[in-house]
């Protein structure tokens, strides 16, 4: 069992940067695949950023790659999502998820979840 809480969020302006952090629970946490996964009002749930055990590998959907850096401290139990050069299309609820599928994309590969918490970029 693993509970996730996740911190940062807020209101930023177009080209800012943004940090959201992940806290979980669980003696296990260092066995998930991490993830961040974002929707907008009215939009589904997509896939942001993963980073497998270890720490070893990221991946990334195309609409982030090269401005959001995904990485993990397995020592404190952590996720964050470091996130540069914010635009107004990345304006949504950011979750964390953890699950088990080497390179997962979908929301449904993931069994834990965060309550999200609210990025919101001005234009």
């Known amino acids: 069992q693993v509970q996730l809480v996740e911190s940062g969020g807020g209101l930023v302006q177009t080209g800012d940067s943004l940090r959201l952090s992940c806290a979980a629970s669980?003696?296990?946490?260092?066995?998930?695949?991490m993830a961040w996964f974002r929707q907008a009002p009215g939009k589904e749930r997509e896939f942001v950023a993963g980073i497998h055990w270890g720490g070893g590998n990221t991946f990334y959907s195309d609409s982030v790659k090269g401005r959001f850096t995904i990485s993990r401290d397995d020592a404190k139990n952590t996720v964050s999502l470091q996130m540069n050069s914010l635009k107004p299309d990345d304006t949504a609820v950011y979750y964390c998820?953890?699950?088990?599928?080497?390179?997962?994309?979908?929301?449904?590969?993931?069994?834990?979840w965060g309550q999200g918490t609210q990025v919101t970029v001005s234009s």
């Open positions: 669980g003696r296990t946490f260092s066995r998930y695949v």
């Open positions: 998820a953890a699950g088990h599928r080497w390179n997962g994309i979908a929301a449904t590969e993931y069994d834990y």
